[in-house]
């Protein structure tokens, strides 16, 4: 028993648990905001109008051609220097995984509307349902459960992605794990447990999106 | 009911139809054949706006559909359609299939709309069907749930593209017989077929389409015993 509570495996894990939930808080908030910022550009991508789908376009091949380091250095370090208003890491955090994921999220969106056979548009138009009823209550439905394992995919990379902020110093899991063994020397032990903290939410993701992947396949 | 003036449909710089011209009156079943290809399904798509009508006049009731003011969900709701594909809600049972467009357009209560869609059910023979999902069905029964999901509207026309082309021999004749009922019952109806056999029992006139015109359009008697364009008499000659 000594000889476990003795061990670094296990004293690192306050550190780390306190940093998973940063991790999540991030990972979630971001995700939810960049959900909406993707459905809102996801819809413009799918416009007549040149004008909406230029601006989304745009948006989505400058998110997805930088890298999000770029990204939230730019966030953080830029926009503050440009407005003179700093803004705290964690929304800083926040804010690059929703844009970042929101491009993405965006693809994700065009792809499932597109991929709804024209025929269920041309169904719900011919008994009356009005273009905004059509999407709501027939192409949305369909085109949204196709989204979820490719949703499910995104959030584990966003997940993985909250990592990088570590480089503004915010406490999340490997930046936590990073000051333990910068105390302790203990890397390796230490890096291990971080390892296995993003294991125990990306595994078990992974395994539910292939049993929904295999459901909506049939 | 439908009166069709010089009716001309591009799609870019492909004319589809060159100047369709035809009146049905109400109560009458017509049928339109013709080969593939001959712009049969434009027409009929033409009927209920899910195509732009390119120039030319279509009046549904009075109401020209190519008046910019119309208001187009209004008239679709009136004028049913059938596709060759079925294009039921697959996410829905085959009770919300057919309750939607009573509920979303017309506003009535959940209950009111399943009060109305029972008896269609019967009528097309689906009664156990109710809380099914279109997946769960063959060919036959979906095409028939298609049927009474437009009936629900109430509608005063029907379109129907052709409805049993997707379907297994075996299965063509449930939806066939829900169709002359319906056609029987006095309802208007416009049928994009290749079956023969529907057209001259069924149908009251026939219009035979080739390269975007009604080429000939007679009683089927005549239409089928007797063509007198040579357009028809090939085309007939391929099919019989
Ligand atoms: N949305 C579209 N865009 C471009 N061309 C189209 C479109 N729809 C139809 N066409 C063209 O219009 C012509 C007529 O098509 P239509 O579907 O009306 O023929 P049809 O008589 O119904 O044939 P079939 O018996 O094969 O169903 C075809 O050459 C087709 O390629
Ligand atoms: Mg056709």
Redesign the interface.
């Known amino acids: 028993m000594e000889f476990i509570t003795e061990s670094h495996y296990f004293r690192v894990m306050p550190f780390l648990l306190e940093g998973l939930v940063w991790t999540l808080l991030i990972t979630f908030v971001g995700l939810i905001l960049g959900f909406i910022l993707g459905a809102i550009f996801g819809f413009a991508r799918l416009s007549k109008s040149k004008l909406i789908y230029g601006i989304a376009t745009v948006y989505v091949e400058v998110v997805r051609g930088t890298p999000i380091l770029a990204q939230i250095l730019f966030i953080y370090f830029g926009l503050s220097d440009l407005t003179g208003i700093n803004i705290d890491k964690i929304t800083a955090s926040i804010i690059a995984i929703a844009v970042n994921a929101g491009a993405y999220i965006a693809e994700i969106v065009r792809g499932a509307v597109y991929s709804i056979?024209t025929?269920?548009e041309?169904?719900?138009?011919?008994?009356?349902?009005?273009r905004n009823?059509t999407m709501r209550?027939?192409i949305w439905?369909?085109a949204f459960?196709r989204m979820i394992p490719p949703l499910g995919n995104q959030f584990v990379i966003s997940l993985k992605d909250t990592s990088l902020f570590s480089v503004i110093a915010v406490g999340e899991l490997l930046y936590m794990g990073q000051q333990y063994y910068g105390m302790t020397f203990q890397a390796f032990q230490a890096l291990t447990m971080v390892c296995v903290m993003y294991l125990v939410i990306t595994v078990p993701t992974a395994v539910y999106l292939r049993r929904v992947e295999r459901r909506l396949d049939v | 009911m439908i009166t069709v003036k010089d009716l001309h449909k591009s799609f870019g710089s492909n004319e589809v139809l060159k100047g369709i011209n035809a009146e049905i009156k109400e109560k009458e079943v017509v049928c339109v054949i013709g080969p593939s290809g001959s712009g049969k399904s434009t027409f009929l798509r033409c009927l209920n706006l899910l195509e732009e009508v390119t120039s030319g006049d279509v009046l549904i009731q009075g109401e020209n559909l190519t008046d910019p003011k119309i208001n187009i969900n209004d008239v679709r709701s009136r004028v049913g359609m059938v596709f060759q594909h079925f294009n039921l809600f697959p996410h829905m049972t085959v009770m919300d299939n057919i309750t939607i467009g009573p509920i979303k357009v017309k506003g009535m209560k959940k209950t009111e709309a399943e009060k109305i869609a029972h008896p269609l059910l019967e009528k097309v023979g689906l009664s156990d069907k109710a809380v099914a999902y279109p997946e769960s069905l063959s060919g036959g029964q979906k095409q028939r749930v298609a049927i009474a999901r437009s009936l629900a509207m109430e509608p005063s026309i029907m379109l129907f593209d052709e409805p049993t082309s997707a379907l297994d021999p075996e299965l063509v004749g449930d939806v066939l017989a829900v169709m002359k009922d319906l056609a029987q019952e006095g309802m208007t109806m416009v049928v994009v077929t290749h079956e023969m056999g529907f057209a001259r029992e069924v149908g009251d006139r026939v219009l035979f389409m080739d390269e975007g015109i009604i080429m000939e359009e007679d009683v089927p008697e005549r239409l089928f015993g007797n063509p007198q364009n040579p357009r028809t008499q090939e085309f007939l000659s391929k099919v019989l």
């Open positions: 056979d025929g269920q041309e169904a719900g138009r011919s008994i009356g349902l009005t009823q209550y027939i439905p369909q459960r």
